[in-house]
């Protein structure tokens, strides 16, 4: 009997490692009367405390062939569209 209960704690042991953050929801919202197709250069605001996020959205952005800027300040004169985002961390 000893046996199995060492084997279900280790079961549950090794379970409860096992698990982790699984959910990664990247959701957006554009506005309505946005013309997408004619857009060709966007400003990607980064987030005060942010280190990557938004380098990778920058660099997606820029294999979609779409001329990319980033920065924390106000988006410079001449482009089509400002990216802004909230990144979550849980």
Do not use: H
């Not at 490692?17 to 980064?46: E, H």
């Not at 405390?49 to 920065?71: C, E, P, Q, S």
Request: proline letters at 2%.
């Amino acid at each position: 009997m000893t046996k199995f209960v060492k084997l279900a704690l280790l079961f549950g042991l090794v379970t409860s490692l096992m698990t982790g953050c699984a959910v990664n929801r990247a959701t957006g919202s554009v506005d309505p009367s946005a013309n997408l197709s004619s857009m060709k250069t966007m400003y990607v605001k980064k987030v005060a405390d942010d280190d990557n996020t938004y380098a990778l959205i920058a660099d997606k952005l820029r294999t979609k062939g779409l001329v990319v800027t980033t920065g924390s300040e106000a988006a410079p004169a001449g482009v089509d569209a400002v990216v802004t985002y909230i990144d979550k961390w849980m």
